[in-house]
């Protein structure tokens, strides 16, 4: 026979039970962890399975590559799922999440997939708690409050013109002033936008959520009555 017949030729299977299988190498599991592996896989390399007096048979070497090439797809899928934690951390907290942070490369993948775990029970019992509160609902609410709030305000003219008496002239001033006010509102709105995604920046929110003047000082809409934005007075 030739070398190239020689090499061509299909080496002979090496044949173990569990316990030969659990020493063949360093890295392999425990024999309680093998017959788990071969109860959860059905097409595991098996030959003949122990039983009372009947001795396992198994393939050692491809029982070996059936095995690494479970932990390969384990470590896929505990990378896939720290991914969508990541991306699932930083959908709720933004950039500041821990778990939205790059890989640190002193942790293996099952590791970082604990961390953010613990990280994500952390922030779902803050939820509870009531420490977190959703941007999605916090715009929602805001939306529909200032929509309330300007459907009132533009009708200010009229229901007062209905408890007192008011000129067409006065009631157009009134309507200029809260048309003016409307659109204040809207701009302290925009700052406040603005700074959440600029580290609060803006002094409106570092007063504690008041609308604040750029000088600092907390501005009253009260202290305007002609109906001009703060920035378009002279």
């Known amino acids: 026979m030739s070398d190239v017949d020689g090499a061509n030729t299909e080496r002979p299977r090496l044949i173990g039970n569990l316990k030969e299988l659990s020493e063949l190498h360093p890295d392999m599991p425990s024999e309680p962890t093998i017959k788990k592996l071969i109860d959860e896989n059905e097409d595991f390399p098996i030959i003949t399975r122990g039983d009372r007096g009947v001795p396992w048979e198994i393939d050692l070497g491809a029982a070996a590559l059936f095995i690494r090439d479970l932990r390969r797809k384990e470590e ?8 969508a934690v990541r991306q699932f951390g930083f959908d709720l907290l933004g ?3 821990a778990s939205a942070q790059p890989d640190r490369p002193e942790l293996t993948a099952k590791d970082q997939a604990a961390l953010i775990e613990a990280e994500i029970a952390a922030i779902k019992l803050g939820v509870l708690r009531g420490d977190f509160v959703r941007r999605s609902e916090v715009e929602q609410a805001l939306g529909h409050l200032g929509a309330t709030t300007q459907q009132r305000l533009l009708t200010l003219a009229d229901r007062t013109s209905k408890k007192m008496t008011l000129s067409r002239e006065q009631q157009a001033t009134l309507q200029k002033i ?12 925009e700052k406040l936008g603005n700074a959440a995604s600029t580290d609060q920046g803006d002094p409106a929110v570092r007063d504690g959520g008041r609308l604040a003047a750029p000088s600092g000082a907390v501005d009253s809409a009260e202290a305007r009555d002609d109906g001009q934005r703060m920035d378009d007075r002279a």
């Open 95 to 97: 950039p500041d999440a």
């Open 178 to 189: 809260v048309e003016g006010d409307l659109g204040w509102i809207a701009d302290q709105l």
């Open 76 to 83: 896929e899928a505990a990378r896939a799922r720290a991914g």
